[in-house]
């Protein structure tokens, strides 16, 4: 499994309490809940092995070419009602059920009969629809997870009491005995069946939802490259969650592993660094990425320092935290196995000579390390030309121009280092300048 740690996952937005502000609910296109849940635990555990990523690929393109056709007969409303029906107690049904003793329960027992009549009718509607997924999928030539998929949920569903539901079109129209037969089966001798059927679901549902994603948001499925070397290539990358996203071009490679990102605030700094992040962790989860292409080797963990805060309850300052995200960084990507270190604004949390210092320190470090990808942004443009002597180092930035007071940002990445400093033109443009003055 791909590392990535909380830190990195909030970083990224990849979770997020608020729907606009996060990876997952925009790439949540499933039908029912219990998919929605399954796609937050298939985001939260990403591969990284090439195998299980291709595997998930070829499924989600199989089902990208069959969307229009996909089989709906098993609604959210259906999953819960199956769900609740081994939840709730009810008085046990006669052994074998005949329209006597059905409609003598249904007298005896009123409240219980219509629950367990309206539980068959979704437990054979659920049946039903997972041997139309079955169908829906008759061919030889499968992707591997989805071929063990199929397997696995046949192998559940030989039973002789599931004959019922090719007789009868829908739950509603089976006869009242043979309803409430079929749902005692369920409840009383298929219930740990039943409940990994639900979960197998769950998967298919989730799968259907990131295809229907990649789709709909136009992700490009990335090129996995047999290297053991760390390596990125993307053309026309964007941010996911932007309506209007400018398009980046990056490569990162040994040879040119370290990007020291230069640029003025508001330049586009912290969008980029969270675009390469977010694509490169959905590249690992099997899914199509915001660009027009990508190709990269198989990453080993993703971590990130763009979002550090202060502790106040533990007594632990900005900079203090900044120190020891970078401590476990480096402790981390000195196991020699293949990393991607995102870093925004390093040691905001001190004062400029000594972030200058400690940053210089810091990237002349980071540099040593092999089979790892930086990209690290700073407003520390003076440190940059003493940087220039490794080769290892690209130097790139975001271009910001000034007209009559007005500031305007390309959002286009350049080659060479900024020293943008617009902080005095900002507080004017806002009305602070004036604002301090009339005091």
Not at 66 to 84: A, F
Not at 149 to 177: C, M, R
Request: charged share 20%; hydrophobic share 40%; with cysteine.
């Amino acid at each position: 499994m791909l590392h990535i740690d909380k830190t990195t996952l909030n970083d990224l937005s990849i979770f997020h309490t608020e729907e606009g502000q996060s990876v997952f609910h925009s790439l949540d296109l499933c039908i029912t809940s219990n998919g929605k849940d399954q796609l937050h635990k298939n985001l939260r555990n990403p591969f990284d092995q090439v195998e299980q990523i291709i595997g998930v690929q070829e499924t989600l393109k199989k089902i990208m070419g069959r969307l229009q056709q996909w089989p709906k007969r098993i609604s959210n409303g259906t999953i819960k009602v199956v769900e609740s029906f081994f939840e709730t107690a009810v008085d046990p049904l006669p052994a074998e059920v005949t329209r006597l003793n059905a409609l003598a329960y249904k007298i005896m027992h009123g409240p219980d009969y219509s629950l367990v009549k309206y539980s068959a009718i979704h437990c054979f509607d659920f049946i039903k629809g997972m041997h139309e997924l079955i169908g829906f999928f008759n061919e030889a030539n499968l992707p591997g997870p989805l071929r063990k998929w199929i397997d696995e949920v046949q192998e559940l569903l030989k039973q002789d009491a599931f004959n019922i539901t090719s007789h009868y079109p829908s739950g509603s129209l089976v006869p009242i005995p043979e309803a409430l037969q079929f749902a005692r089966f369920i409840r009383f001798r298929f219930k740990q069946p039943m409940l990994r059927l639900l979960h197998l679901h769950a998967q298919i549902d989730a799968w259907y939802g990131m295809a229907r994603a990649v789709k709909e948001l136009n992700l490009h499925f990335p090129e996995f490259i047999n290297e053991e070397k760390p390596y990125i290539e993307t053309s026309g990358l964007r941010h996911i969650l932007l309506a209007e996203p400018v398009s980046y071009d990056v490569t990162l490679h040994p040879e040119k592993n370290f990007m020291f990102l230069t640029g003025a605030n508001m330049a586009g700094k912290s969008t980029f660094i969270k675009s390469v992040g977010i694509a490169v962790f959905l590249a690992h989860t099997g899914m199509g990425v915001p660009a027009q292409s990508m190709k990269l080797s198989c990453f080993n963990g993703i971590l990130t320092n763009i979002n550090v805060t202060d502790n106040i309850v533990r007594g632990e300052s900005y900079f203090f935290n900044e120190v020891q995200r970078i401590k476990n960084t480096i402790l981390q990507v000195s196991d020699g196995k293949r990393w991607l270190i995102l870093i925004d604004e390093l040691f905001k949390g001190t004062n400029v000579q000594d972030a200058m210092k400690c940053s210089t320190l810091v990237i002349e470090g980071l540099i040593r390390i092999p089979n790892t990808l930086f990209i690290l942004s700073t407003h520390l443009y003076e440190i940059g030309e003493g940087l220039r002597q490794y080769p290892n180092i690209q130097f790139s930035y975001f271009e910001t121009s000034v007209q009559n007071d007005q500031l305007t940002f390309s959002y286009q990445l350049r080659e060479g280092i900024s020293n943008d400093r617009f902080g005095f033109l900002i507080l004017k443009k806002e009305g602070v300048v004036d604002l301090l003055q009339k005091l």
